[in-house]
């Protein structure tokens, strides 16, 4: 399979022949400097890593030394910087212009982990597709995602870049993402390259410390970390970015195992792998390499092709002359980025992305905003609602509290891109246009959860006048994001004293929890009456919200990702295996256990083993009902699916949200299983009284892992089948069979 997903494949024969001809021709005609300056990727504007001094970056473009940047910070640059190149440089090499496109351009939509909260795969398609127009219109080429990291640690920041912890969840979103920023054509005037990262593992970094050590099993690697990989590639993304963290000890740039025999090998990458920043000076670093030079050798050895930003590339001609790498090595890394260029049509017109006109006109339209605004409500996750005290009444007199009921800058999250501030409508902005009782905003706090004079004092006051409470709480959004790791999953400062202190006036409290990760809240949940994750929703994060707490939209969100109850239980997370002594179902637990309860099980004295939330859980303001299911055939060979019948039906005189859940377990394989995985999911919106039947296939496939025997295989057996509205809400279950 090695080569077979090329960057060209999806281009038309007589382009693509013209490319082949013309990166053949380059490549007889380059010296070996000018080669490695099309590995090199410079840094043109801001620093997204550690300080790394570039140099003088006009010179070396205009030299031909350098083949790509990052971060040029304006449609004005990158004319200049591509007018340098194509002008000056030696052969006029166009450059590819690459930039952190996460969650928007301009237009901000939720962070990636609320993104996954929507449980929707077209809607996240949607907002890349919008994110792509606008970056591309702005001379943008390339972008540095999706992040298809897996992860069951909120301790560490990047989670809010991620799709959470489950492969298939995080393989559906991998696809959208692909499909979305790179469309059909790359060389579109409204699509990116996409670049999948970071491979490999790098969501599993020891105590959620981000760049630290990461040590997971080959079984691990293939079930957990991989999978989103191979949907990226088998959905053609051109591009790969190595991660930071070790493999075996072994700096994932710089693994020949990784990059040559998995990625290439296994999952069929044909397209360009990028370092992260630094990446490849860092393997020396790591002690895995003995200097600047040997980390070259290793990284190109290991199959990687582009630096970025270390400069480690200098010795690359030497190693070549020396006779210590193979000029051939560094031929096939240059023609993947030659290729790239090719594909994105920079052969034909190196400026074809820098239109002044459109960079204005393509962004932050009306289409865009009302998808932002759809995917904001589409995030939110309703945790809690006793008493349906949500949807709040426009006649209730409302205590808005809180420091994130108008925080701009705060509901872009991290990886901004050009998201604006002054873009953003904040809940307090869509309220006061809405609302037709009394609305009182006090601020309380910082978004810290620093005191300011006064503050509790005016919150309990406006609170003592109120109906309602709605409080606003959460983390800073800088908290989150890379190099924005936590001990503790609290909330800062004085927000859950404020909160408490709220609890105890007369009205209700309703709280709005923005965040970057599951925050451990337990005292949070128990105080307030009503509990949305609004995760940071973005530029639409005010009238999105407002649209799930006013009930016109019921609350779209489902947990992509388990809530712990504290820091103490991570890693928890729903697709576990069972262990040789998993806690009785049937017995009583309690904490601490009494004395004639079982302790020699795998639990904690102090907490359960359940989450405060599980994977997949998120209310309703409507009554759906599971009434019915049927599953057929009862036994599948490879090759076959098992189709899954399910009708929900919409109990309420109000709209309804079902996010229909399908999960099977292995019973018995030839190494254990996980006591549930998600296989499938639809959601579906209910009008009043609807009741419908939702279909959903489980893939013999689907039921593939890494087996005793060291292949990706499904083995036959019984599998047991369950559907229902999160991982610990199973309304139906059976089995089927999977035959030989
Ligand atoms: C980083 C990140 C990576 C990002 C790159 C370029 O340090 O780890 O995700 O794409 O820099 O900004």
Same mark, same amino acid.
């Given at each position: 399979?090695?080569?077979?997903?090329?960057? *060209?494949d999806?281009v038309?024969?007589e382009?693509?022949?013209?490319?082949?001809?013309?990166?053949?021709?380059? +490549?007889?005609? #380059?010296?070996?400097?000018?080669?490695?300056?099309?590995?090199?990727?410079?840094?043109?504007?801001?620093?997204?890593?550690?300080?790394?001094?570039?140099?003088?970056?006009? $010179?070396?473009?205009?030299?031909?030394?350098?083949?790509?940047? *990052?971060? /040029?910070?304006? +449609?004005?640059?990158?004319r200049?910087?591509?007018?340098?190149?194509?002008?000056?440089?030696?052969?006029?090499?166009?450059?590819?212009?690459?930039?952190?496109?996460?969650?928007?351009?301009?237009?901000?939509?939720?962070?990636?982990?609320?993104?996954?909260?929507?449980?929707?795969?077209?809607?996240?398609?949607?907002?890349?597709?919008?994110?792509?127009?606008?970056?591309?219109?702005?001379?943008?080429?390339?972008?540095?995602?999706?992040?298809?990291?897996?992860?069951?640690?909120?301790?560490?920041?990047?989670?809010?870049e991620?799709?959470?912890?489950?492969?298939?969840?995080?393989?559906?979103?991998?696809?959208?993402?692909?499909?979305?920023?790179?469309?059909?054509?790359?060389?579109?005037?409204?699509?990116l390259?996409?670049?999948?990262?970071?491979?490999?593992?790098?969501g599993?970094?020891? !105590?959620?410390?981000?760049?630290?050590?990461?040590?997971?099993?080959?079984?691990?690697?293939?079930?957990?970390?991989?999978?989103?990989?191979?949907?990226?590639?088998?959905?053609?993304?051109?591009?790969?970015?190595?991660?930071?963290?070790?493999?075996?000890?072994?700096?994932?740039?710089?693994?020949?195992?990784?990059?040559?025999?998995?990625?290439?090998?296994d *999952?069929?990458?044909?397209?360009?792998?990028?370092?992260?920043?630094?990446?490849?000076?860092?393997?020396?670093?790591?002690?895995?390499?003995?200097?600047?030079?040997?980390?070259?050798?290793?990284?190109?050895?290991?199959?990687?092709? /582009?630096?970025?930003?270390?400069?480690?590339?200098?010795? +690359?001609? $030497?190693?070549?002359?020396?006779?210590?790498?193979?000029?051939?090595?560094?031929?096939?890394?240059?023609?993947?980025?030659?290729?790239?260029?090719?594909?994105?049509?920079?052969?034909?017109?190196?400026?074809?992305?820098?239109?002044?006109?459109?960079?204005?006109?393509?962004?932050?339209?009306? !289409?865009?905003?009302?998808?932002?605004?759809?995917?904001?409500?589409?995030?939110?996750? +309703?945790?809690?609602?006793?008493?349906?005290?949500l949807? *709040?009444?426009?006649?209730?007199?409302?205590?808005?509290?809180?420091?994130?009921?108008?925080?701009?800058?705060? #509901?872009?999250?991290?990886?901004?891109?050009?998201?604006?501030?002054?873009?953003v409508?904040?809940?307090?902005?869509?309220?006061?246009?809405?609302?037709?009782?009394?609305?009182?905003?006090?601020?309380?706090?910082?978004?810290?959860?620093?005191?300011?004079?006064?503050?509790?004092?005016?919150?309990?006051?406006?609170?003592?006048?109120?109906?309602?409470?709605?409080?606003?709480?959460?983390?800073?959004?800088r908290?989150?994001?890379?190099?924005?790791?936590?001990?503790?999953?609290?909330?800062?400062?004085?927000?859950?004293?404020?909160?408490?202190?709220?609890?105890?006036?007369?009205?209700?409290?309703?709280?709005?929890?923005?965040?970057s990760?599951?925050?451990?809240?337990?005292?949070?949940?128990?105080?307030?009456?009503?509990?949305?994750?609004?995760?940071f929703?973005?530029?639409e994060a005010?009238?999105?919200?407002?649209?799930?707490?006013?009930?016109?939209?019921?609350?779209?969100?489902?947990?992509?990702?388990?809530?712990?109850?504290?820091? !103490?239980?991570?890693?928890?997370?729903? %697709?576990?295996?069972?262990?040789?002594?998993?806690?009785?179902?049937?017995?009583?637990?309690?904490?601490?256990?009494?004395?004639?309860?079982?302790?020699?099980?795998?639990?904690?004295?102090?907490?359960?083993?359940?989450?405060?939330?599980?994977?997949?859980?998120?209310?309703?303001?409507? $009554? /759906?009902?599971?009434?019915?299911?049927?599953?057929?055939?009862?036994?599948?060979?490879?090759?076959?699916? /098992?189709?899954?019948?399910?009708?929900?039906? %919409?109990?309420?005189?109000?709209?309804?949200?079902?996010v229909?859940?399908?999960?099977?377990?292995?019973?018995?394989?030839?190494?254990?299983?996980?006591?549930?995985?998600?296989?499938?999911?639809?959601?579906?919106?209910?009008?009043p009284?609807?009741r419908?039947?939702?279909?959903?296939?489980?893939?013999?496939?689907?039921?593939?892992?890494w087996?005793?025997?060291?292949?990706?295989?499904?083995?036959?057996?019984?599998?047991?089948?369950?559907?229902?509205?999160?991982?610990? $809400?199973?309304?139906?279950?059976?089995?089927?069979?999977?035959?030989?």
């Amino acid at each position: 399979m090695n080569g077979s997903s090329r960057i *060209l494949d999806n281009v038309d024969r007589e382009r693509r022949d013209a490319v082949e001809e013309r990166v053949e021709e380059l +490549l007889a005609d #380059m010296t070996l400097e000018q080669k490695a300056g099309q590995l090199t990727q410079f840094s043109a504007g801001f620093l997204t890593g550690t300080d790394i001094e570039s140099g003088n970056v006009e $010179d070396a473009v205009a030299a031909g030394l350098v083949g790509s940047l *990052l971060n /040029v910070e304006s +449609l004005a640059d990158a004319r200049e910087f591509q007018e340098l190149a194509v002008e000056e440089s030696p052969h006029g090499i166009p450059l590819v212009l690459a930039l952190d496109v996460i969650h928007g351009y301009r237009t901000t939509f939720p962070a990636p982990i609320g993104e996954a909260a929507t449980w929707d795969p077209d809607l996240v398609e949607r907002s890349s597709a919008i994110a792509a127009t606008e970056a591309a219109a702005n001379g943008v080429h390339w972008t540095f995602a999706p992040d298809v990291d897996v992860t069951r640690d909120p301790r560490w920041g990047r989670v809010m870049e991620t799709s959470g912890e489950d492969p298939t969840l995080a393989s559906a979103f991998a696809r959208a993402r692909v499909r979305g920023f790179q469309g059909d054509d790359l060389a579109g005037e409204e699509t990116l390259a996409a670049c999948a990262k970071h491979y490999v593992g790098y969501g599993a970094s020891e !105590g959620g410390r981000d760049y630290n050590t990461v040590n997971v099993s080959e079984t691990n690697l293939r079930e957990q970390h991989l999978p989103p990989f191979a949907a990226a590639v088998d959905e053609g993304v051109a591009t790969v970015m190595n991660a930071f963290n070790v493999h075996e000890r072994i700096p994932a740039s710089g693994s020949e195992y990784l990059v040559d025999e998995v990625l290439k090998g296994d *999952l069929g990458f044909g397209g360009l792998l990028v370092s992260d920043w630094n990446s490849f000076g860092e393997i020396a670093v790591h002690g895995a390499a003995d200097g600047e030079r040997e980390a070259a050798k290793a990284a190109i050895t290991a199959g990687s092709h /582009v630096d970025m930003v270390s400069g480690v590339y200098d010795h +690359l001609p $030497d190693l070549v002359r020396e006779g210590e790498v193979d000029e051939a090595t560094v031929d096939e890394a240059v023609r993947r980025v030659l290729e790239l260029k090719g594909a994105l049509g920079l052969f034909e017109d190196p400026y074809r992305y820098f239109d002044e006109e459109r960079a204005e006109s393509a962004v932050l339209t009306d !289409g865009a905003r009302e998808t932002a605004r759809e995917s904001a409500r589409e995030s939110a996750v +309703l945790l809690e609602n006793d008493e349906g005290l949500l949807p *709040l009444s426009p006649d209730d007199d409302v205590a808005l509290v809180g420091p994130y009921a108008d925080e701009p800058a705060h #509901m872009l999250s991290s990886w901004t891109a050009e998201g604006r501030p002054d873009d953003v409508t904040t809940l307090r902005a869509a309220m006061a246009d809405r609302h037709e009782g009394d609305l009182t905003h006090v601020r309380a706090c910082d978004p810290d959860g620093t005191p300011v004079d006064g503050g509790r004092e005016a919150a309990l006051d406006a609170a003592a006048d109120a109906d309602v409470v709605l409080v606003t709480v959460g983390e800073p959004r800088r908290w989150g994001g890379e190099a924005a790791s936590r001990a503790h999953l609290d909330l800062p400062g004085e927000q859950g004293d404020l909160v408490a202190a709220l609890a105890e006036a007369d009205a209700p409290v309703a709280c709005a929890l923005f965040s970057s990760r599951p925050l451990a809240v337990p005292d949070l949940a128990d105080s307030v009456a009503a509990l949305l994750e609004a995760w940071f929703p973005g530029t639409e994060a005010g009238p999105g919200v407002a649209d799930v707490l006013y009930g016109d939209s019921d609350p779209g969100g489902r947990l992509p990702v388990s809530v712990p109850r504290t820091e !103490g239980q991570v890693p928890v997370y729903y %697709n576990h295996l069972n262990t040789g002594r998993p806690v009785p179902e049937e017995e009583e637990h309690h904490y601490p256990p009494t004395e004639d309860e079982t302790v020699f099980c795998s639990r904690y004295l102090d907490v359960p083993n359940e989450p405060l939330y599980p994977f997949g859980y998120g209310r309703s303001y409507a $009554d /759906v009902e599971y009434v019915d299911w049927a599953f057929g055939p009862e036994t599948v060979a490879d090759g076959e699916s /098992v189709t899954v019948e399910v009708t929900v039906e %919409n109990g309420s005189d109000r709209p309804a949200t079902e996010v229909v859940q399908v999960y099977t377990r292995d019973r018995v394989g030839s190494r254990a299983r996980p006591v549930k995985e998600l296989a499938a999911f639809e959601k579906v919106h209910l009008g009043p009284g609807e009741r419908r039947a939702v279909t959903a296939e489980v893939d013999a496939e689907d039921l593939a892992f890494w087996t005793a025997d060291e292949e990706w295989a499904a083995e036959p057996g019984t599998f047991d089948l369950m559907v229902g509205r999160s991982s610990a $809400d199973i309304a139906f279950s059976g089995a089927f069979e999977l035959v030989e």
